[in-house]
Structures are given as structure tokens and as C-alpha cells.
């Protein structure tokens, strides 16, 4: 018979595991999911599909998400997460302030030029959500709104005279770069804010 401490160890072991498990099945969820709804969107994106990617059943999903809502958004603040990451990294690659603000849009090239690409995920899925109130309307306006911080961190150290505006400039280039880039396929509209992202800077430094 085995000895009360081998108890506590084997419960111990088999908590473990099906801790581990657990995070396990709600990464695959996420990760399933975040690219569902990249690739087709929200409305066609169904539960039936989710189910058959991830070989997971919806009453296991549902002890995860308390609904399909909830699960899209899960996914899209983990996206958020490591987006987030990936652009504010590659973008301090730069010199300086100035450089930093450049670098966004060579960032920008390369994930244009990569096969994953189309478009962005925040403005795709809040497109298809008309209440602002929804809470994917509000994480994907909570993303452009770290951009925006990020961005705006960058132009206060440049020293111009409106540092929001140029951020809120910046802003607009970025997406309008990858609104272009996913519509008519070019990769070459990062270069082409990058051109009118230095005619902002440089006219920031002129004093009224």
C-alpha cells in the first residue's frame, strides 16, 4: 500500500499535469482561432470550424470561452500581445528618435512581404462589428491606441513642437500603408509613407 507521502506526491504530479493540459488546450484554441479569424474573419469563422481544426469538442471549449465572442477576443489580445512585441522591438532597432519613427515602416515592408500578411487584424475584425461598445470594437481600438503611445513616446523625445499631432500623422501613415499594402497587393506603400513620414518630421522641426 502506498505510503501517505507517495499519496500527496501522485496528486501532487497528476495536478501538474492537468494544470499543464489545461494551458495547453487554451493556447491551441487561441492560437487555432487567431488564425481563423485572420484568414476568413469573425462571421465566417464558425464553431463547427474551430472544433474540427483544433480536434477539441465545443463542450471542452466552452469550460474555456463562455462564448464564441469571448474566444475571438482571447485570441485577438494575444495577437495584440505579441504584435504589439514584435513592431516596438524591431522599430528601437533605429539610431534615434527619428530613426526609431523611420524604422516602423521597414518593419512594416517586411511583414508585408511576408506570405502571412492580410491586412490588419484589428481593423478587419472591427469592421465587421458595428456596436463600439462590443469588446472586440474595444480591443482593436485599445491596439491602435498602444501604437499611438508607442509612437507618440518616439516624438517626444524628438523635440518638435506638436509631438501628438506628428504621432497622430504617423499614425494615419502606418495605416493607411497597410490598408494599400493588402488592397492592391504592394509591399512598396511602406516605402512610399516612409517618404511622407520624413516630410512630417522635417516640417515638425519648423517653428510657427
Not at 485572420?38 to 481544426?53: A, C, D, F, L
Not at 524591431?90 to 502571412?116: D, I, Q, R, V, Y
Not at 513616446?153 to 494615419?172: D, F, I
Amino acid at each position: 500500500m502506498d505510503n501517505l507521502l507517495d499519496q500527496v506526491e501522485r496528486s501532487f504530479y497528476y495536478h501538474r499535469m492537468n494544470t499543464k493540459n489545461a494551458y495547453e488546450i487554451r493556447n491551441i484554441l487561441l492560437e487555432v482561432t487567431e488564425s481563423l479569424i485572420y484568414q476568413y474573419g469573425i462571421h465566417s469563422t464558425g464553431m463547427e470550424q474551430i472544433v474540427k481544426e483544433t480536434g477539441i469538442s465545443r463542450k471542452t471549449i466552452y469550460r474555456y470561452f463562455t462564448n464564441k465572442d469571448d474566444l475571438c477576443a482571447q485570441a485577438l489580445l494575444s495577437r495584440d500581445e505579441r504584435w504589439m512585441k514584435w513592431f516596438t522591438d524591431s522599430s528601437l532597432k533605429g539610431e534615434n528618435p527619428e530613426a526609431c519613427l523611420l524604422e516602423m515602416f521597414h518593419t512594416l515592408k517586411s511583414w508585408f512581404m511576408s506570405g502571412e500578411f492580410r491586412g490588419c487584424a484589428f481593423i478587419n475584425t472591427a469592421g465587421e462589428i458595428s456596436d463600439p461598445a462590443h469588446p472586440i470594437r474595444i480591443i482593436a481600438k485599445e491596439h491602435k491606441q498602444k501604437i499611438f503611445s508607442f509612437i507618440t513616446q518616439l516624438t517626444e523625445k524628438l523635440g518638435v513642437s506638436e509631438p501628438l499631432e506628428l504621432a497622430r500623422q504617423l499614425l494615419v501613415l502606418i495605416d493607411g500603408a497597410i490598408t494599400v499594402a493588402m488592397v492592391m497587393n504592394t509591399p512598396s506603400s511602406a516605402d512610399d509613407a516612409k517618404e511622407a513620414a520624413k516630410l512630417l518630421i522635417s516640417h515638425s522641426f519648423i517653428t510657427h
